[in-house]
């Protein structure tokens, strides 16, 4: 069965910095890799995914993610935090062959001031 | 606009009350799932359907009930809520993936805005 984990409830990390937010997974085959952000009282949104390719995927918001085979990761990252970017992280993985998503617990990013 | 539609967004209840949350998609989805978020456990699936009259169980069904007679609906019921099932729901939606080694252009999921059902 496949799994997802983020070692981190929480990320804290000042405006202007780097963030990264740590995803691993276990599944067999080639999995397709999902993040998704989840604003206060909001649905959870799309940011970015990777099917196959090039190892550093770009989404939304200036959020990139990098996976690593060898390491089953896929960390979400950004060069620069902004305020705004405070949000709930899941990382979720697929499947080869299934449709059905497996969610990781989430990361609460704080991004201050 | 592509949407997924979930109605309604707060709901509370008492136990025993039979209740249905509705889900709509618009974008022709096979694929339609319903999740329950609760703290520090993230988003568990509790039912999936494939396609109109085909559903299976997720992770954590007990208590839950849901049908698929039409290709963009895919109710939630809940026959008689308990407290433990207290928690923020979302319905999500996506194209069927294919088999291993096609890859799709759009295999992300959509989901709804949530609905935070709230049994006492």
């Known amino acids: 069965a496949q799994s997802v984990a983020q070692p981190e409830d929480q990320v804290n990390v000042a405006e202007g910095n780097p963030l990264t937010v740590k995803c691993t997974y276990s599944v067999s085959g080639n999995p397709y890799l999902f993040w998704y952000v989840q604003y206060p009282n909001r649905g959870l949104q799309f940011l970015l995914k990777?099917?196959?390719?090039?190892?550093l995927v770009k989404g939304s918001y200036g959020f990139e993610a990098e996976f690593n085979k060898s390491q089953t990761s896929f960390h979400l990252k950004k060069p620069s935090a902004l305020v705004s970017d405070s949000a709930l992280y899941f990382c979720?993985?697929?499947?080869?062959?299934?449709?059905?998503?497996?969610f990781g617990k989430g990361t609460m990013l704080l991004v201050s001031p | 606009e592509a949407q997924v539609t979930q109605n309604p967004r707060y709901l509370i209840t008492v136990t025993g009350k039979k209740l249905t949350v509705t889900c709509s998609q618009n974008m022709n989805h096979e694929y339609m799932s319903w999740y329950r978020q609760d703290p520090g456990l993230g988003l568990r699936q509790i039912y999936y359907s494939m396609n109109v009259e085909v559903t299976d169980k997720g992770d954590v069904p007990e208590g839950y009930k849901v049908s698929r007679k039409e290709k963009r609906n895919f109710p939630l019921i809940l026959e008689s809520p308990s407290p433990n099932q207290t928690s923020l729901y979302f319905c999500a939606s996506s194209p069927l993936t294919p088999g291993q080694g096609i890859g799709r252009k759009n295999t992300e999921a959509f989901f709804g805005q949530g609905t935070r059902l709230t049994v006492v």
């Open positions: 979720a993985v697929r499947p080869p062959g299934y449709s059905t998503l497996t």
């Open positions: 990777y099917i196959t390719g090039d190892n």
